[in-house]
T-cell receptor, first 113, second 115 residues
Framework: QKEVEQNSGPLSVPEGAIASLNCTYS??????FFWYRQYSGKSPELIMF????GDKEDGRFTAQLNKASQYVSLLIRDSQPSDSATYLC?????????????FGEGTQLTVNP | DGGITQSPKYLFRKEGQNVTLSCEQN?????MYWYRQDPGQGLRLIYY???????QKGDIAEGYSVSREKKESFPLTVTSAQKNPTAFYLC??????????????FGPGTRLTVL
């Protein structure tokens, strides 16, 4: 089992729709969870981080964390063509890993005009 | 302008040659990291450093070496022992010692191609 798994994608949604990206992780000791966006040929940029169970909203983005189910998701409301990118989920490895992050392989999102 | 710089943006190397990738940050971050990304793949950790003059191996350190002589700089050398070095190399940094220390910020990357 991979440490961090994401929907394999690609995911395609129409403009204005809600895009839902999912991520599961295996280390129950993980404390910090991150979503990065990566445009083709570019480096990852941080979108959101979440530490506590529940929802965290920032503009059109909502991160949801459920530690009991070892599940973190990212919702993008009113999706725009500029949201088309690969989204990487990253998880802190818990106390044994310090600040090391483990990344999923990413989900490619395409928003169609 | 605060940030992380990597150079060069593109690098071509002949087989059997060592090559060094530069990473500099002016964010006053304590920790720095090197990742490798292959097409369609996530990021894999090569080396990381929490303080000057100290660094630890990541998941795929074989064939790579690093140094951390200054807080601002964390160069990565890809040696001839690395069997398949063609990849996109990303440097990141984070603060250390607080909850926010997990948050890593990335440089623009160096794309290495072995000819």
């Amino acid at each position: 089992q991979k440490e961090v798994e994401q929907n394999s994608g690609p995911l395609s949604v129409p403009e204005g729709a809600i895009a839902s990206l999912n991520c599961t992780y295996s280390d129950r000791g993980s404390q910090s969870f991150f979503w990065y966006r990566q445009y083709s040929g570019k480096s990852p940029e941080l979108i959101m981080f979440i530490y506590s169970n529940g929802d965290k909203e920032d503009g059109r983005f909502t991160a949801q964390l459920n530690k009991a189910s070892q599940y973190v998701s990212l919702l993008i409301r009113d999706s725009q063509p500029s949201d088309s990118a690969t989204y990487l989920c990253a998880v802190n490895g818990g106390e044994t890993s310090g600040s090391r992050l483990t990344f999923g392989e990413g989900t490619q999102l395409t928003v169609n005009p | 302008d605060g940030g992380i710089t990597q150079s060069p943006k593109y690098l071509f190397r002949k087989e059997g040659q060592n090559v060094t990738l530069s990473c500099e940050q002016n964010l006053n971050h304590d920790a720095m990291y090197w990742y490798r990304q292959d097409p369609g793949q996530g990021l894999r950790l090569i080396y990381y450093s929490q303080i000057v003059n100290d660094f630890q191996k990541g998941d795929i350190a074989e064939g790579y070496s690093v140094s951390r002589e200054k807080k601002e700089s964390f160069p990565l050398t890809v040696t001839s022992a690395q069997k398949n070095p063609t990849a996109f190399y990303l440097c990141a940094s984070s603060i250390w010692g607080t909850r926010d220390s997990d948050t890593q910020y990335f440089g623009p990357g160096t794309r290495l191609t072995v000819l």
